[in-house]
């Protein structure tokens, strides 16, 4: 799982832990002292001295009827059903990993140890330290596993014999691409069960690809062409089996190929029948016509673009401002949309009129009556997408409409929103309970009597200050940067300054924790990963009464979320943010002079920057011996790489025929030879005469 991938920063921790409340600083304890487990394996530390501590795992400590947990006793062992407790000592810190042994792969039709539901384990544990009789500490671990939907079996780690391409294809099923699990619409792949190959099997990969390595060609006598056969075709044709084939090496050729531009339109592998097989998440949504549909939506430096796909479960809220000049329709709302079945729905269009234009009209210029133009634009477009698993069932569009007149500057919104089929009340039921990207991170405010919390960033609007500004949540996955301007007087106190702008950046976290997942639940603290708060450097620098000059103001907060793929549901990865930390910025403000100095009245601009980092969900294979030792042959890690220095002579090397390669290197060696033997004193000798 993620806790167990993250073990230099629970090391960080471990260093910049406290006591916890009423307990005295030196006692032994485990730290982290709760964990919430999404996969095979955790790790904890157990802080104090390990010497005549037993160490010991119980399962299911609750009781049936209260729900309370049981009293702990020191009786039990280092298993205890499919858990296993190891514990490697140290001098004042031992790690302390509980394992599962039990597989998560999910049943097949009468099979047995495996899961029956894709929530595969729900269980209560708990690693008690005791020395005698006497229980010293105790963690406390609520395991929420989900199977491993996509593995079918396990991976051998012996070494693959690639056999010669000359002679034997390279692969009996070149659609084959993913080890230990079936690839849809592959039908000749081994590991895919006769259940799931009737779900695709009128949709197969045709071709070479698809497992016909060794099609019959035109050449051969047995094929009968029955078009534009030459009368001289049965003279000449080749009698030979199947195994002889021009197609043997048909994907490996060193010859260098033309690369292809590539299309706007996107490039569907269809086959007679069912030409499309279903959305996955990110997926570009397409029209009857092979092409994108599109919505406006904003780029990473912040303009609209008009022609921007719409990705699948993707939701989006954005804002556009335009002017009557620079006004464009969008795709018509006729276009019919593929559902990912080869089938094809109508938008559901709902058109209404916009009573109210103050709140999409920013600016407006006097102009006199009878020189205004007016036209009728669209101010606001709202599309709901109802899906199901991965087809798309229904498209319902809300249309608001308005006037926009000359020298009018208009916001227009659209917003794209993704409904689960099984939704009720317009609330969606998504089974996955990890976060998507584009949704917003849910926050709380776990001390205070109402829970609710906020995560923002500001949404700076008008002349960028912060009276003005307002705010907007953070959304997972989208790294963002947003700021405002504060303005500062010449005589402003320092002490004040750095506390305004403390407290300002302060007001965009209403919250002590983060969930953990999209279904985070007030009312369970495992679901929640508290915020780890980086107070700003307090400066004691004296100015020595200067006046408009002020050292080490907080001015940039910088929130660090690090999440990881601990899992997947229905092909969806599950994601799951392990830790927040938030730290502060100083800057050195000095009051910036203007033409004569007339204003008191300077700036200071305060930003605020969210940044997503993904980590493993398992650690990464640790640097063998021979890497540390012999680090100047890595090729990776160095600009010359001397394992290489002959490689165009190898076979690895495709830029052009093998045969050519070597004929260039043997003249090569040709020259290098004569260069060394006419260099020779006896060479000399033996010309001169």
């Known amino acids: 799982m993620g806790a167990a991938g993250f073990g ?176 849809v619409r592959c039908c000749c792949d081994l590991e895919c069960t006769p259940d799931f190959q009737q779900l695709f099997s009128g949709s197969c990969f045709p071709g070479v690809f698809g497992g016909d390595v060794n099609p019959p060609y035109d050449q051969l006598c047995s094929s009968q062409p029955m078009e534009y056969t030459p009368e001289w075709f049965p003279f000449l044709c080749v009698q030979s089996s199947l195994d002889n084939t021009p197609f043997l090496g048909y994907f490996y050729h060193g010859s260098i190929s033309t690369p292809k531009v590539p299309s706007f339109k996107i490039p569907l592998q269809t086959s007679p029948g069912k030409p ?116 798309i069932e229904q498209v319902n569009v809300t249309v608001f409409l308005g006037s926009l007149c000359d020298g009018e500057i208009l916001t227009q919104r659209f917003t794209v929103e993704f409904l689960s089929l099984n939704s009720a009340h317009g609330e969606e039921l998504f089974e996955n309970p990890g976060y998507q990207v584009g949704k917003p991170v849910k926050a709380a405010n776990l001390n205070a009597s109402d829970p609710l919390g906020s995560l923002n960033i500001w949404q700076p609007a008008g002349r960028g200050l912060c009276a003005s500004a307002a705010d907007r949540p953070v959304l997972f996955g989208v790294d963002s940067y947003s700021g405002c301007i504060l303005e500062v007087d010449i005589n402003e106190d320092c002490s004040f ?66 999440f990881a793929k601990v899992g997947a549901v229905q092909g969806i990865p599950l994601q799951e943010i392990l830790a927040v930390q938030i730290s502060y910025s100083t800057v050195l403000w000095q009051f910036q002079c203007g033409l004569g100095c007339r204003n008191t009245l300077s700036f200071l601009p305060i930003t605020a920057s969210v940044q997503f980092i993904e980590v493993p969900a398992q650690p990464p294979p640790p640097v063998t011996r021979y890497q540390k030792i012999y680090a100047e042959f890595d090729c990776n890690q160095n600009e010359v790489c001397w394992p290489q220095l002959l490689y165009p002579l190898t076979r690895f090397y495709t830029g052009e025929p093998y045969s050519q390669c070597l004929a260039k290197g043997l003249f090569l060696a040709f020259l290098v030879l004569l260069a060394t033997v006419m260099s020779n004193p006896w060479f000399s000798k033996l010309w001169s005469r």
Not at 311 to 340: M, Q, W
Not at 499 to 523: C, F, P
């Open 8 to 183: 230099a920063l629970l090391l960080l921790l471990l260093l910049r832990a406290a006591p916890c409340p009423g307990q005295p600083a030196g006692d032994t304890v485990f730290q982290p002292s709760f964990i919430h487990m999404s996969g095979p394996r955790v790790n904890s530390f157990f802080l104090g001295n390990s010497s005549g501590v037993n160490f010991s795992i119980i399962l299911s400590p609750r009781d049936a009827e209260t729900g309370k947990l049981q009293l702990a006793n020191c009786s039990g062992s280092q298993r205890a059903g499919d858990w296993n407790l190891d514990v490697t000592p140290g001098v004042n810190i031992s790690k302390v990993t509980v394992s599962l042994s039990r597989s998560l792969e999910l049943c097949l039709p009468n099979a047995t140890e495996c899961c029956p539901s894709p929530l595969c384990m729900v269980e209560t544990l708990q690693v008690l330290a005791c020395h005698g009789s006497v229980m010293l500490a105790q963690l406390l671990i609520q395991a929420e596993i989900f199977a491993n939907s996509s593995f079918a079996g396990n991976v051998s780690e012996n070494a693959t014999i690639i056999p010669n391409q000359a002679f034997k294809p390279l692969g009996s099923c070149p659609c084959n691409l993913t080890a230990g699990a079936c690839d």
């Open 497 to 562: 300054l750095r506390g305004n702008v403390t407290e300002k950046l302060n007001a965009l976290i209403q919250a002590t924790h983060i969930g953990k997942r999209d279904n985070s639940s007030y009312t369970d603290l495992s679901d929640w990963v508290e915020i780890i708060r980086l107070d700003p450097f307090s400066s004691n620098v004296s100015t020595g009464g200067l006046k408009g000059f002020c050292p080490d103001i907080p001015a940039n907060l910088n929130i660090h979320i690090i």
């Open 276 to 391: 499309f097989t279903g959305y996955r998440e990110g997926d570009p949504i397409v029209t009857e016509e092979d092409e994108y549909f599109t919505v406006p939506q904003q780029s990473m430096a912040g303009q609209c673009v008009g022609n921007a796909p719409v990705a699948y479960l993707h939701n989006f809220d954005v804002k556009c401002l335009t002017s009557l000049e620079s006004y464009k329709e969008g795709l018509p709302h006729s276009v019919r949309i593929n559902s990912g079945t080869a089938d094809f729905i109508q938008q559901n269009v709902v058109y209404r009129a916009i009573t109210d234009r103050s709140k999409f009209i920013t600016e407006s210029e006097d102009l006199l009556a009878a020189e205004v133009l007016c036209q009728n634009v669209t101010f606001a477009e709202h599309y709901k997408f109802i899906w199901k698993d991965m087809n």
